[in-house]
């Protein structure tokens, strides 16, 4: 896709999402909310989890009609990432959210990335004063795309005060957390990035090892907001390393990318791993 066509979708999409946010702001009132809401193609809910060592786990879900997908922190070439935000909220310091390892799709509109049907975003919420309940209140801004993108919004709220958490949320929470990439490269390990010309294209060359050979392997790449970096091809196998192309949109030379810091995640049959690298 051309790069002003994808960049005004994403313009069209991201003020359409930022009007229906202000209306339905406008709309609701604090005692009206609640823990989770519908519509036509997607619901969205807060899940409690559990109380450990002065913090709660705590979940965001997202669950869409068949067929429908939201997307990751980096979308592809169009869409807009889930944004959450927490003003409103009493006793709570902060909130880190974790991100399951997404897919790469296909369709009209190009390349995306994200999760289709239902993702689980799991959360961390550290409390000012853990002795007391924490009361969360969520602003959220997504979008759901099929044949068409429909963006939404929705402004949520939850009581952490049971450190037990319910049952169900602690499970759908801890299936999610398990689809995060690891921070640990015992199994896979990025062993040199550098940008180089081939094929009368730029092309990101990632050299890994580990993993497992036969398995489909998958590599996103964020650093930066002017460059995407395509799905990878592998270039080379060896006994014990691979190194894998992918196609580099948004840079006109290989000086320009030098000394960039990049966050890949990897992703194959085995699981998900992610690591920062700095390109040679």
Request: proline letters at 6%.
């Amino acid at each position: 896709m051309d790069e002003p066509v994808r960049n005004m979708k994403y313009l069209i999409v991201t003020m359409a999402s930022a009007l229906i946010a202000m209306l339905a702001a406008s709309a609701v009132t604090a005692g009206e909310l609640q823990q989770s809401a519908r519509f036509e193609y997607s619901n969205v809910r807060l899940l409690a989890g559990a109380s450990s060592a002065g913090q709660w786990s705590a979940g965001v879900e997202i669950g869409m009609a068949p067929g429908w997908k939201t997307y990751w922190r980096v979308p592809g070439d169009a869409g807009v990432p889930p944004h959450f935000e927490w003003k409103g909220s009493t006793n709570l310091d902060k909130v880190e959210i974790d991100w399951p390892a997404p897919k790469r799709y296909y369709d009209e509109a190009g390349e995306s990335i994200g999760y289709k049907d239902q993702v689980v975003f799991p959360m961390t919420v550290t409390p000012k004063d853990p002795a007391k309940p924490v009361r969360l209140v969520l602003d959220l801004f997504y979008a759901v795309c099929k044949d068409i993108c429909i963006p939404g919004s929705a402004k949520l709220a939850m009581t952490l005060a049971d450190p037990a958490g319910s049952p169900a949320d602690v499970s759908l929470i801890a299936e999610y957390r398990g689809k995060v990439p690891a921070r640990t490269h015992d199994r896979i390990k990025i062993e040199q990035v550098a940008v180089e010309d081939y094929d009368n294209a730029l092309v990101l060359a990632v050299k890994l090892t580990g993993g497992d050979p036969a398995s489909r392997t998958d590599i996103f790449v964020e650093g930066s907001d002017e460059i995407y970096f395509r799905k990878p091809k592998l270039a080379m196998e060896q006994a014990s390393s691979k190194i894998y192309h992918l196609k580099i949109d948004g840079a006109k030379s290989a000086n320009q990318l030098k000394g960039l810091n990049l966050t890949l995640t990897i992703v194959d049959e085995a699981g998900a791993v992610s690591g920062q690298t700095t390109i040679n």
